[in-house]
């Protein structure tokens, strides 16, 4: 932690939420580089330092400073909406970081507890991650290996390619591999930057000879060697022909080899992604039929709950969606004042979202490494009276018993940020003790409006609802009957550019018996 009197000099201080999760969060390491600038000022006015040492160090503080005026906060949530620039942020601040490190030794208590407060290589890992997850999801819009017309800035360096491939070779992810290396390998060309061209062949000749492509790591192993001999390297020349040879085998002989090793034929590789086929079409905007798709018209209307006061002068806008959980949408049931309460109250208590890892997927055989990146943080009714209203509100329009109701859980999706298929209900009632049976419905608030990417889908009726400021989405979690209804599995789909505010509110089924009563169709 800083010391007391830092704290009260900057007010900086991180929670233990995801950074790239939160624009807060991102603003604080822009507060805490220009605190390490001033530190580091004092530093070397203060300590007898070499001539180099020093000019370095002046170099940092320098940029840092800088930084932390070009990333105002009015800018801020601009400069980091790109996937690339939330990435290479990250990139840069651990290099920097690193190398300040380095050049000042022991430092001081300040600098030392300054320094501490900065993010760890994790959140590089996540920003990478996300760039990963969106080319994966949403394919060309998304694949920043190449220049645009309209941006030809957001786009991945030599160097961020092959670390970004690296980061799939650890994660077992050979396509995504093959993508970013492939990519490295031509720019590494282009720049004849021959040290760095030769590490991505190497890694290009396992991960094809992996997917079964031994034509092209054939053509790679022909180029290796021809640069070894060129440098007089004999020894790795010769262990290079030894598998050239087993290649040229494995192909059938020489003359077929010589034919695949030209590359004329594209290369396999069988895709490790994680995303249904139905969640992968709905978030990229496509439309999706299923059986359970709505075939009549659904209707737009404004309902007071038999002229309940909270709504009668003021009606709730409803929008139906898909009948067969009454999934439907409210339009403009925050204003902007209970919008910034709610992510307020929320902000200072923000904690990294719960990942699961490695359990099979809810439609079948996929295996989930991760399914969720987002911050939580729980906003209580007692906290606030405009936040009891709030409540109030939504317990009116569902026409459910407030008591039964959690907490609105407040979530921040930064770039990348996801929820993979998921049910609000459980089979195991126990699972969620203090608040009597299962989840009954579900109420979403829409916080902002999303620059691109972030909807919540349903795969199994074909539906997609697109985040808008101030409205929600809401829908009934069981049938009346009690038992669950497994049509309403859902997801939120990851942004791809901006950042992404939403709340949840669960109700549940105690003192709510007679609000929706069982019917005489098992089915409803």
Request: aromatic letters at 10%; proline letters at 3%; one cysteine or more.
């Amino acid at each position: 932690m800083l010391p007391h009197t830092l704290l009260l000099l900057t007010g900086v201080i991180l929670t233990n939420s995801q950074t790239l999760n939160s624009l807060d969060e991102m603003y604080k390491v822009v507060e805490l580089k220009s605190v390490l600038s001033d530190q580091l000022d004092e530093y070397i006015h203060t300590v007898a330092l070499n001539g180099k040492t020093k000019e370095r160090l002046q170099k940092y503080i320098s940029k840092l400073h800088n930084e932390s005026i070009s990333l105002a906060k009015e800018k801020l949530e601009e400069e980091m909406s790109h996937p690339v620039r939330v990435y290479r942020f990250f990139s840069e601040l651990m290099t920097d970081l690193a190398d300040i490190d380095k050049l000042i030794g022991e430092g001081t208590d300040e600098i030392n507890d300054i320094m501490e407060q900065f993010p760890k290589d994790d959140e590089l890992d996540l920003a990478a991650d996300a760039i990963i997850r969106l080319q994966e999801l949403y394919g060309d819009i998304a694949d920043f290996t190449l220049p645009r017309e309209n941006n030809s800035k957001d786009v991945l360096t030599a160097n961020e390619l092959f670390d970004i491939g690296s980061r799939c070779m650890d994660n077992n992810n050979t396509c995504g591999a093959l993508h970013y290396m492939l990519r490295a390998k031509e720019l590494f060309e282009a720049a004849n930057d021959v040290d760095s061209l030769m590490m991505t062949l190497e890694h290009l000749v396992d991960l094809m000879e992996q997917e079964g492509n031994f034509g092209y790591a054939l053509n790679y192993t022909l180029l290796q060697i021809e640069y070894y001999e060129s440098v007089g390297e004999q020894e790795t020349v010769e262990v290079l022909k030894d598998s050239a040879e087993e290649y040229k085998y494995t192909l059938g002989g020489k003359l077929r080899a010589k034919k695949k090793a030209t590359l004329s034929e594209p290369y396999n590789c069988e895709p490790s992604t994680y995303f249904n086929f139905n969640y992968q079409q709905l978030c990229k905007g496509e439309t999706v039929i299923t059986e359970h798709t709505d075939k009549k018209p659904l209707h737009c209307h404004l309902y007071t709950n038999n002229n309940h006061p909270l709504l009668r002068l003021s009606p709730a806008k409803i929008e139906e969606i898909n009948t067969a959980f009454g999934l439907s949408f409210a339009h403009d049931v925050l204003t902007e004042r209970e919008i910034e309460l709610l992510k307020q109250a929320a902000s200072s208590k923000f904690a990294a979202s719960k990942i699961v890892e490695g359990r099979e997927d809810i439609d079948g055989s996929v295996i989930q490494q991760q399914s969720r990146s987002s911050n939580t943080g729980w906003v209580f009714d007692e906290e606030n009276k405009v936040i009891q209203e709030m409540s109030k509100r939504v317990a009116t329009i569902l026409n459910l018993d407030i008591e039964s109701a959690e907490p609105f859980q407040v979530l921040s999706y930064g770039i990348g940020g996801f929820y993979l298929q998921h049910y609000d209900w459980d089979e195991d009632e126990d699972s969620f003790p203090g608040f009597g049976g299962n989840r009954i419905a579900t109420w979403i608030f829409y916080l902002n409006d999303v620059k691109e990417g972030g909807a919540t889908v349903f795969p199994r009726i074909g539906a997609a609802v697109w985040p808008e400021k101030g409205g929600a989405a809401f829908w009934r979690n069981l049938h009346y009957n009690g038992t669950p209804n497994d049509l309403n599995l859902h997801a939120a789909c990851p942004v791809l550019k901006g950042y992404k505010w939403a709340s949840n509110k669960w109700f549940h089924q105690h003192r709510n018996e007679f609000k929706w009563p069982c019917k005489l169709d098992s089915e409803l």
